[in-house]
Structures are given as C-alpha cells and as structure tokens.
C-alpha cells in the first residue's frame, strides 16, 4: 500500500504561482510513475502531468505545458507541481496518484485506470 497526502492548494490570482507537493509513504516510492490530475466543478476528472519513476521522463496535458513543472524526489518521498501564470480555468481539486508499473508512455500515463494509488486531494483556487 502507498498512501498519497496532497499539499499546498489555495486561493491564488491570475497570473500566480503555487507549489503543490504529495507526500508518500508505505511502500517504495521510488519505483512508481507518479501522475497530477485535476477535477473542477461539473467536470469530469482530467490528467495534468506524469513523470517517470526515476524522473528522467515527463508529460503534460497541452492545457498546462509550458506553464506547469512536475518534479520528483525519490530521496523525500515526494513528488511536486509547480503551477505558473496560473488561470482561472486551473481552478479545480488537484489530486496526485501512483502507477506501482514502471512503465511509461504517453497512452498509459493519461490514463486514470492504470494508476493504483490516489491521495485525497488539494483544492486550488485562481480569482481573476
């Protein structure tokens, strides 16, 4: 079991920048893909980004690329989004989740199904 604490939403302006962090812990955190996905209200639950186990790899929802970064310590158990020039349209609960399969390409990490761990989420914020 891995257990997924997010942290680090909040209520923002347009065109600012928030951290996002989740925090692992139980089994190793090192070997999994770690996935961002977000819900806004009335909306159906939509990937943001991935990266892979070991980092070396990443992948964004074009919505997001160029303005989010996801990153990974494997040392802190953790896995980050930083979110710039934030827009109204980010608003929604950010949630992080884990693929326990090292495998990574694009059709799988998109792909809510394949991941086997989900934290609780962290809500976000951005008034324009």
């Known amino acids: 079991q891995v257990q997924l604490v997010e942290s680090g939403g909040g209520l923002v302006q347009a065109g600012d920048s928030l951290r996002l962090s989740c925090a692992a812990s139980?089994?190793?955190?090192?070997?999994?893909?770690m996935g961002w996905f977000r819900q806004a209200p009335g909306k159906e639950r939509e990937f943001v980004a991935a990266?892979?186990?070991?980092?070396?790899?990443?992948y964004y929802a074009d919505s997001v690329k160029g303005r989010f970064t996801i990153s990974r310590d494997n040392a802190k158990n953790t896995v980050y989004l930083q979110m710039n020039s934030l827009k109204p349209e980010d608003s929604a609960v950010y949630y992080c989740?884990?693929?326990?399969?090292?495998?990574?390409?694009?059709?799988?990490?998109?792909?809510?199904?394949?991941?086997?761990?989900w934290g609780q989420g962290t809500q976000v914020t951005v008034s324009s």
């Open positions: 990266i892979s186990w070991r980092g070396r790899s990443t």
């Open positions: 989740a884990a693929d326990s399969d090292r495998a990574f390409y694009i059709t799988r990490v998109v792909d809510q199904s394949e991941y086997d761990y």
């Open positions: 139980g089994r190793t955190f090192s070997g999994y893909a």
